[in-house]
Each structure stands twice: as structure tokens, then as C-alpha cells.
């Protein structure tokens, strides 16, 4: 029976994208260059997208860097964010709405079991919903798949939690 455990997950500390946007929102006010475009970063809570707004590509694009800077001195993971396409807006603008990933999608969940399976260490990896669950009786097993995969690119980003030893 295995002893010891630990989950793969992805997950986003929404409080600090929060801080992130209303820095993002104040360097946009006070920044020379973008002074008056009109451009916005909201942020949709319960739907969990970012929605950016300007008056043209070249500003949004502007935005978005200043919005990237501060997400990641946050330390809010950017693989983490998936943009959508850049629209046409009302008023002659454009805007772009960007969804935050909290967990790890199910076909990337299986992308992980397969790696996890093929390192032939004596482990198991099960899917359960949004994570990934590693167990095996070796603590230096389960050490060697958490540096598998911090090795491998999934296009999620992936943290180690709950670990638990008997």
C-alpha cells in the first residue's frame, strides 16, 4: 500500500492578480505614452478573465506588457493566462479578453500520467478532476517524478502540493 503523496496542480492566487491589475491600472494612468487612450484592464472575478481595452493594437499590446511586468513580480505564473483574440470594440477600439486557468485541463492531466508511466519508477498517478495524484512507497521515487516534471513542458504551469508521508 502506498504511504506517501503529493498533488500536481495549477492553481492562481487570484488576490495578487487583483494587486497586479490596480498596479497595471495606475502606471497606465501616470505613463507618459498612454495618457489618455482610454485603455482599461478589468478584471472578472467570477468568471475569471482579465478584459483589456485601448484605442488601438499597437496601446493594447502596451497594456498587456505592463499588465505581464506586474504579474510577474507578483509571482502569478504567465503560462497561467490564455489570451483570447484581439476584437473590434465599440467607439472605434479594440479589446482583448484574457482567461486565467486555475487547474490542469484533462487532456494535459493524461499528458502527465503518460510521463509519469513512462519513467517506469515504481509510483502511481491517478486523475482526480483538476490534479494530478502521484503515490508511491519511496520518498526518493516521488522526489524523482516531482523533478521529471519540473523537467518536462506541459503549457500549464505546475505546482507540488499536499505532500503527505506515513
Do not use: W
Not at 85 to 99: C, F, H, K, L, Y
Amino acid at each position: 500500500m502506498p504511504d506517501n503523496s503529493f498533488d500536481i496542480v495549477s492553481v492562481v492566487d487570484m488576490p495578487e492578480v487583483l494587486n497586479a491589475v490596480q498596479q497595471a491600472g495606475k502606471d497606465i494612468a501616470n505613463r507618459f505614452d498612454l495618457k489618455g487612450s482610454g485603455s482599461r484592464i478589468e478584471l472578472q472575478e467570477k468568471d475569471r478573465k482579465l478584459v483589456l481595452s485601448s484605442r488601438d493594437e499597437y496601446t493594447l499590446k502596451a497594456i498587456n506588457d505592463v499588465l505581464d511586468q506586474k504579474l510577474v513580480k507578483r509571482k502569478v505564473p504567465l503560462k497561467a493566462l490564455v489570451p483570447g483574440p484581439v476584437e473590434d470594440a465599440a467607439g472605434s477600439t479594440v479589446r482583448q479578453e484574457i482567461t486565467i486557468q486555475i487547474g490542469i485541463p484533462i487532456e494535459k492531466c493524461r499528458e502527465i500520467v503518460k510521463t509519469i508511466k513512462r519513467s517506469k519508477l515504481k509510483v502511481q498517478a491517478s486523475i482526480q478532476g483538476d490534479l494530478v495524484r502521484v503515490s508511491g512507497k519511496s520518498r526518493d521515487a516521488l522526489q524523482e517524478v516531482m523533478t521529471r516534471i519540473k523537467g518536462e513542458d506541459f503549457g500549464v504551469h505546475t505546482q507540488f502540493t499536499n505532500y503527505r508521508s506515513k
